[in-house]
Nanobody, 125 residues
Framework: VQLQASGGGLVQAGGSLRLSCAAS????????MAWFRQAPGKEREFVAA????????YYADSVKGRFTISKEMSKKTVSLQMNNLKPEDTAVYYC???????????????????WGKGTQVTVSS
């Protein structure tokens, strides 16, 4: 699976951005698609995930109610709508994919084999 993330940029606090991750390669029917982020000097952390078949979604507590993950099956694209952005959301955002991920493991970056190049999100105060 090849992943291509896009949509990052600079936005003021309280603003919105929408990230997209386009997938190509094998079928995604059994895949979990996820977003992670990494701020300077920090570990890469889980943001959100969506199961390609069924559409179950999962969120980090820090983004619940502000971020929404969705998928467009015809385009094999996963999006992350980010609203009410805060300076602490500043990071490089990565999309990831892996087949057969169980719910209890969605936030573990080590279970994902496929990663896209990151896209920078900067939120100014």
């Amino acid at each position: 699976v090849q992943l291509q993330a896009s949509g990052g940029g600079l936005v003021q606090a309280g603003g919105s951005l929408r990230l997209s991750c386009a997938a190509s390669g094998r079928t995604l029917s059994n895949y979990m698609m996820a977003w992670f982020r990494q701020a300077p000097g920090k570990e890469r952390e889980f943001v959100a995930a969506i199961r390609w078949s069924g559409g179950n979604t999962y969120y980090a507590d820090s983004v619940k109610g502000r971020f929404t993950i969705s998928k467009e099956m015809s385009k094999k694209t996963v999006s992350l709508q980010m609203n009410n952005l805060k300076p602490e959301d500043t990071a490089v955002y990565y999309c990831a994919a892996q087949s057969g991920v169980i719910a209890s493991s969605v936030s573990r970056r080590g279970v994902y084999s496929y990663w896209g190049k990151g896209t920078q999100v900067t939120v100014s105060s």
